[in-house]
């Protein structure tokens, strides 16, 4: 008989699945003192946490709030969705503030995130930032869902880099190396030469929009359409603790519930549906806050 070996232990019955097809499943029963029960209980729903994470696409997860005060109609579910791709993303232009229009590639992206959204439950309003990149992609998503208005809001605009912006990246420090090392620097409250925004000031707008969208949408869904730069900010607010949320994806899928000033992220960088164009490619984080 063989089985296989394993780290942790069920508080009640341990089970050995894994046998020589000549063996017999036997179910081993064990007692333990409570404070051994604890800890194996601890053990044992950190494994199926993993488990889950590593089982569930994110476009299926579903996570409930810790706090029973966002139960119910109580918070506001806020889809954020990064605009198509341009040709400055494709180049690795610096855009900002600038207005660079969806290319091709962005367009099909805007189509298949708003051919998603139409599928899943209703849609109250959608917002967007005031940037043709992103409104066109807001305009693509609220035809397709139910012919709504989009609502801008300059507060969703990307980050202003300054002197950076039309740059392209992997030339910035050498064409503008002050903005480019303020750029990189860790301080928050750096600004870009030439006008160029702070982390702080960046932060403390896209923040205040959409915990202002959140108040006014309690028990309904909206969508949000913004920009890299936000969408990181947004990421955040909701864990101030929590590790980077990495590159965000042109039309990935990030959903928040806001419950008065909690904010708590559902799922993060699902772009799932962009698989059949090939651009697909899933970032998956959840964070508890």
């Known amino acids: 008989m063989s089985a296989v070996r394993t780290q942790w232990a069920s508080p009640v019955c341990l089970h050995f699945p894994r046998f020589s097809t000549r063996s017999v499943k036997i179910a081993v029963c064990l007692k333990f003192p ?19 994470r590593l089982l569930n696409p994110p476009h299926s997860l579903s996570m409930s709030f810790s706090s029973s005060r966002c139960m119910g109609g109580s918070y506001a ?22 207005d660079v229009e969806l290319n091709e590639a962005g367009k099909q992206q805007a189509a298949l995130v708003a051919d998603r959204l139409s599928k899943e439950p209703k849609i109250s309003a959608v917002y967007s930032s005031d940037l043709k990149r992103a409104l066109v992609t807001a305009e693509t998503i609220a ?15 990307e ?34 030469p030439g006008g160029g925004e702070s982390l702080d000031h960046l932060f403390q707008r896209c923040t205040s929009s959409l915990q202002r969208i959140g108040n006014k949408h309690k028990g309904e869904r909206v969508v949000v359409v913004s920009h890299g730069g936000v969408i990181r900010s947004l990421y955040k607010r909701a864990c101030p603790n929590g590790k980077s949320g990495g590159k965000v994806l042109n039309t990935s899928v990030n959903i928040f519930h806001l419950c008065d000033k909690e904010w708590t992220i559902k799922s993060w960088g699902d772009v799932s549906h962009l698989q059949q164009t090939g651009r697909g490619q899933n970032i998956w ?3 508890y806050s």
């Open 143 to 157: 035809a397709k869902c139910g012919g709504l208005e989009v609502i801008t809001d300059p507060d969703l605009r």
């Open 77 to 98: 579910e806020i889809v954020v969705v990064r605009h198509g791709e341009t040709e400055w993303n494709a180049d690795g232009r610096i855009q900002g503030h600038l």
């Open 159 to 192: 980050r202003n880099l300054g002197e950076l912006q039309g740059l392209v990246f992997r030339e910035a420090a050498k064409l503008s190396p002050k903005a480019h090392k303020a750029f990189l620097s860790h301080r928050t409250d750096q600004d870009i």
């Open 34 to 52: 409570a404070t051994v029960k604890t800890l194996l209980l601890k053990q044992s729903c950190a494994l199926t946490r993993h488990s889950t």
């Open 285 to 287: 984080l959840v964070c």
